[in-house]
């Protein structure tokens, strides 16, 4: 009786370890969200909605310039900055100032630099104004479009579009509207390289 209780024991536990290892490995790298597309462009859109006050968006932002140097023609990255708190909304609207002041491909990956490595916590638009000075830019050209009406409706469109993919956290990225990734769905960046690729992959099928 004894055997026949140490073995049924046995093989209990063996049965829970097995349909643990089976959840980890059936453990998803991605949602689908949508049987739609987004109707934003005939191209593929990988968003990627950030903060620049985000560590973990200043470690996925050279896997992402990864993914984007591979891109065919047929699929762009879009950034779309995140205001989940009203301490936000400053980076939200420097991101849209760089863009319209053609400084995104000078500047963003400099202001990530800034806050995360050298501790500034530029958030204020006139901390923003004196980091675009030192790198050489026009200060008061960035403060004019910081508070001008197109860099308001650009951060209300990036918050529209957050709201409908209900982003709750950073960094997600959303591929053409139907599926949700993000770091905390992979066990390394080279796998959300993998992922990714797949996703555009099954839209560039379909």
């Known amino acids: 009786i004894l055997m026949n209780s140490l073995f049924l024991s046995t093989i209990k536990s063996f049965l829970v370890f097995s349909l643990l290892a089976d959840i980890v490995t059936a453990t998803p790298k991605y949602v689908q969200i949508s049987d739609l597309k987004q109707t934003e462009s005939d191209k593929i859109i990988i968003y990627e909605f950030f903060w620049y006050g985000c560590p973990h968006c200043f470690n996925i932002e050279p896997t992402m310039n990864l993914i984007e140097s591979n891109l065919q023609k047929d699929t762009i990255i879009v950034k779309v900055p995140v205001v989940l708190r009203d301490t936000w909304m400053a980076h939200a609207k420097a991101y849209y100032t760089l863009k319209q002041m053609n400084l995104d491909d000078d500047l963003h990956e400099e202001l990530f630099n800034e806050i995360h ?42 918050m529209r579009l957050a709201r409908s993919y209900q982003i709750t956290s950073v960094p997600t990225i959303i591929v053409n509207g139907k599926y949700k990734t993000s770091g905390s769905f992979v066990s390394s960046y080279k796998e959300l390289v993998e992922v990714i690729d797949l996703l555009v992959q099954k839209e560039r099928v379909n």
């Open 117 to 158: 490595i050298n501790g500034e916590r530029l958030d204020t638009r006139d901390s923003l104004a004196q980091f675009v000075k030192n790198k050489g830019f026009d200060e008061s050209k960035f403060k004019k479009t910081f508070d001008s009406f197109g860099t308001e409706i650009r951060v209300k469109k990036a």
